[in-house]
Antibody, heavy 120, light 108 residues
């Protein structure tokens, strides 16, 4: 069974760095065509793609947020980590990790998401 | 960045009616467009990929069409569980993905 689960702090102070972990099972991130991405959704708003790491350990970032984001993986633990620096209240959102696999090359499996609130 | 717009923002229909949702891209995305369904409190789930292919386990009442800049998601006969928000997403500019703002399908 393929699953993804996000974990991290529910509350972050402005200017702090957010670290989120996606723990997955049922697939290997070293298999050709496998990718894990982060997507966020502010309350009541639309989805926004943040970052992707692929089977070759190549990393890609949203153009608007790339100076603040770092994505990495630990294949031995089946984990993908996202860090976002200089958090602001506008970054309050549910953060999802999602898998992309070869065929269909879209977000075919999602975690349940974790709500992160940025407030002093 | 490729911008996706969706219309209408809200669609109010009754069970059994046909729903037609639109997604328009600011430039051609070929057929590299997907549709997702999101129910309250849940993560999105993949419905349609590459404009017209149903994802695994998706009922035949869901269909997609279009290419280039104009795409349509059709739900032929709404079931109670279909009332949700629907997002389109492009992957033509891999991996700089973008999502549309969503269409909410409400019970009339």
């Amino acid at each position: 069974q393929v699953t993804l689960r996000e974990s991290g702090p529910a509350l972050v102070r402005p200017t702090e760095t957010l670290t989120l972990t996606c723990t997955f099972s049922g697939f290997s991130l070293t298999t050709s065509g496998m990718c894990v991405s982060w997507v966020r959704q502010p309350p009541g708003k639309a989805l926004e793609w943040l970052a992707l790491i692929d089977w070759d350990d190549d990393k890609y970032y949203s153009t608007s947020l790339k100076t603040r984001l770092t994505i990495s993986r630990d294949t031995s633990k089946n984990q993908v980590v996202l860090t976002m620096t200089n958090m602001d209240p506008v970054d309050t959102a549910t953060y999802y990790c999602a898998r992309i696999s070869r065929e269909p090359w879209y977000f075919d499996l999602w975690g349940r998401g974790t709500l992160v609130t940025v407030s002093s | 960045e490729i911008v996706l717009t969706q219309s209408p923002a809200t669609l109010s229909l009754s069970p059994g009616e046909r729903a037609t949702l639109s997604c328009r891209a600011s430039q051609s995305v070929s057929r590299y467009l997907a549709w997702y369904q999101q129910k309250p409190g849940q993560a999105p789930s993949l419905l349609i990929y590459d404009a017209s292919n149903r994802a695994t386990g998706i009922p035949a009442r869901f269909s997609g069409s279009g290419s280039g800049t104009d795409f349509t998601l059709t739900i032929s006969s709404l079931e109670p569980e279909d009332f949700a928000v629907y997002y389109c997403q492009q992957r033509n500019n891999w991996p700089l993905f973008t999502f549309g703002p969503g269409t909410r399908v409400d019970i009339k």
